[in-house]
């Protein structure tokens, strides 16, 4: 009867996104009332509009940022200065994220005396591993130095090909906890996958366990209405929403926690693509058969994922944040020569973590990279490390969905194939259904996964989380995965070799659009 009424809230929350998505419609409704106004006085407002776009097309220009969302704002701009001016005063103007950006950056300082002592800790792990493989350590002295992520030896790294299991392994983690738990999702779905986990929680937190359960609004907005947080606090589970979703135009409403993390007193972890809903374990097919895959870590790693959950908990409370409590003392019982980086990548600080990850793992194989995503909607940059690899004779292969779950994202994933296939790149979808699995391994040395998309939300505007790692059978694990997926992908290199000029120049015109999707 209970999980009945839960069915019944999920409503609610459908009928929340129909009335935000109205009030959005009316906003944009008002801009072009107000600009159809406007041309009664059509020939000052059109040199005044003129002088306004032009002074905006040089300050888009001049900013540090993606040369393919530079472009596309720039002619919208040109386009429509009326539209284009008022679309980016409200979603492209780095001033309007200040308020988040500034509670970003004082949990970041709250962390930052623990990050640098797990940083300093982890510096003869990569001083080694330069001395063993100068490509690896380039990698890893990339998310240690610049991007900030502190590199573990002594992890037990377990790789997931089904979802599942990797439930099944979480329930019995979470059964296990004696101090915390930590959980943070894009989408919690409140039906059967989450019931088993929930009930867990709640005997947790009945037995003294500090639980608490993070979520992005939008990513649960279809299956979770707002008297689900309410009912995990009387239940002694601590609960927040990050940014939760108001009916206004507004630029911090384009950037969503996609992450997805879980653990277990600093001792136990998970992450990877999977969210906590019914499809993503094949318990309904939405797209056919859902293809997702996940880590788990035992040891001094799942430290770095206890610092990543704390940076989003903390940037959504006043006071200052002490992570001392959640970093027990590191107790050497487990040994392994693994080296295993966990790593986040947030949209404010101007680091694109995630894309230089991919990137770094791409320009330095020799043999093959292989990779997955859900969407493929790449910068040029990307572009060129991937078809600069398979030109220097390196197997790149992509596995994306067969069956889509946003047809015009799919439509303008396809519009990428032909620039890489013409390239020696090849590409191939998964029959079955929808791959939401986000994963790479080259040459049997290393692999990432995570929840970072090839696409521009996920490398530049989602706050994300992946783990890149190498040194122990979870990379031949992930390579196995692959060579279990091609035989049930259909390969389309072939086919995107030559197309119709028209469809080129619709692809041309989805591609130059696509950061602003």
């Not at 009945?4 to 999920?10: A, D, G, L, S, T």
């Not at 002619?75 to 679309?87: H, R």
């Not at 998310?143 to 037990?156: E, K, S």
């Not at 079955?432 to 929840?451: L, N, S, Y």
Request: proline residues 5%.
């Amino acid at each position: 009867m209970e999980t009945e009424e839960k069915r019944r809230q999920i409503p609610n929350s459908i009928g929340r996104a129909v009335f935000v998505a109205l009030s959005f419609l009316l906003q944009v409704g008002w801009i072009l009332g107000f600009a159809l106004y406007l041309t009664r006085y059509y020939a000052v407002i059109q040199l005044a509009s003129s002088l306004l776009a032009l002074l905006l097309v040089f300050s888009v220009y001049g900013r540090n940022m993606n040369s393919a969302f530079r472009l596309s704002w720039i002619i919208l701009i040109l386009l429509f200065p009326v539209l284009g001016t008022c679309l980016y005063l409200l979603f492209g103007r780095p001033v309007a994220l200040w308020p988040l950006r500034r509670r970003l950056r004082a949990a970041d300082a709250a962390l930052e005396p623990a990050r640098q002592r797990e940083r300093e800790n982890g510096a003869a792990v990569t001083r080694d591993l330069r001395a063993a493989a100068p490509d690896l350590g380039g990698q890893v002295t990339y998310l240690q130095d610049r991007a900030g992520y502190p590199v573990y030896h002594n992890t037990r790294v377990r790789f997931y090909g089904d979802t599942n299991e990797a439930l099944e392994a979480q329930q019995e983690a979470l059964r296990s906890a004696q101090h915390f738990i930590f959980m943070e999702y894009h989408a919690i779905e409140d039906s059967i996958a989450w019931q088993s986990l929930e009930d867990i929680l709640t005997e947790r937190a009945r037995a003294g366990v500090d639980v608490r359960v993070f979520y992005d609004d939008v990513g649960s907005m279809g299956f979770i209405s707002p008297p689900f947080a309410q009912r995990l606090r009387a239940k002694g589970i601590q609960c927040r929403v990050f940014n939760p979703l108001i009916p206004a135009m507004n630029i911090i409403m384009n950037n969503r926690d996609h992450r997805k993390i879980t653990v277990v007193d600093s001792r136990v972890g998970f992450t990877g693509g999977y969210n906590l809903a019914d499809e993503y374990f094949n318990l309904t097919h939405p797209y056919g058969t859902w293809k997702d895959t996940g880590l788990r870590l035992e040891g001094e790693a799942v430290r770095g994922l206890t610092l990543i959950f704390l940076q989003m908990w903390g940037a959504t409370q006043k006071e200052p944040l002490d992570p001392t409590p959640f970093l027990p003392p590191v107790q050497p019982t487990l040994r392994s020569d693994a080296v295993v980086v966990p790593y986040a990548d947030d949209p404010l600080d101007e680091e694109p973590v995630g894309e230089n990850v991919y990137m770094n793992l791409i320009t330095h194989a020799d043999r093959y990279v292989w990779l997955t995503t859900p969407y493929l909607i790449i910068s040029d940059e990307m572009q060129r490390a991937l078809t600069l690899a398979a030109r220097r004779g390196v197997d790149v292969r992509i596995i994306t969905p067969g069956i889509p779950d946003k047809k015009m994202v799919f439509r303008v994933t396809r519009s990428h194939y032909a620039r890489l296939a013409a390239d020696g790149v090849r590409l191939f979808e998964y029959t079955p259904g929808f791959i939401h699995a986000k994963q790479a391994v080259a040459d049997d040395k290393a692999a990432v996964v995570g929840t970072i998309n090839l696409d521009y939300r996920s490398l530049y505007l989602h706050f994300e989380n992946a783990c890149w790692f190498s040194g122990c059978e979870a990379v031949g694990d992930v390579r196995r995965d692959f060579e279990g997926l091609f035989p049930q992908c259909r390969e389309v290199t072939a086919l995107y070799k030559e197309r119709p000029a028209a469809v080129r120049g619709v692809d041309c015109l989805l591609r130059l659009f696509s950061p602003l999707m």
